[in-house]
Nanobody, 115 residues
Framework: VQLQASGGGLVQAGGSLRLSCAASGTDFSDYVMAWHRQALGKERELVAS???????SYVAAVKGRFTISRDNAKDSVYLQMNSLKPEDTAVYYC??????????WGQGTQVTVSS
C-alpha cells in the first residue's frame, strides 16, 4: 500500500491550493481516506475524512474553507483548500484506513501560507 501526496506549496493568505493523494497497491474503495496536518511544534491533527459511503467530516477550523473529495476509479483523494490562513501552515499527510482499522500514511507535503 502506497500513498503519494502532492500539491503543496507557498501561497498568500486568502489563496487556494489543491492537494492530491494517489493510492496504489490495493482497492481503496472500502477505505476511509483522510488528510491530516502537523504544524511545527504541534501534534498531528485530523483535518478531513471521507468514508467509502461518502460521509465527510471536517475539523472545525477548516469547515467552509476546505473540501475533501475522492475518486475511487482513480484511487485518489483530494483536498481543495480555499481562503487559506497563515495558521493553515503545516505539513499535510494523506492517510488511508482499511476496514480492519490499519492506517497507512503517505509522505507529507508542505503547505505554507504567508500573511
Amino acid at each position: 500500500v502506497q500513498l503519494q501526496a502532492s500539491g503543496g506549496g507557498l501561497v498568500q493568505a486568502g489563496g487556494s491550493l489543491r492537494l492530491s493523494c494517489a493510492a496504489s497497491g490495493t482497492d481503496f474503495s472500502d477505505y476511509v481516506m483522510a488528510w491530516h496536518r502537523q504544524a511545527l511544534g504541534k501534534e498531528r491533527e485530523l483535518v478531513a475524512s471521507i468514508r467509502s459511503n461518502g460521509l465527510i467530516s471536517y475539523v472545525a477550523a477548516v469547515k467552509g474553507r476546505f473540501t475533501i473529495s475522492r475518486d475511487n476509479a482513480k484511487d485518489s483523494v483530494y483536498l481543495q483548500m480555499n481562503s487559506l490562513k497563515p495558521e493553515d501552515t503545516a505539513v499535510y499527510y494523506c492517510a488511508a484506513v482499511d476496514p480492519s482499522g490499519d492506517v497507512y500514511w503517505g509522505q507529507g507535503t508542505q503547505v505554507t501560507v504567508s500573511s
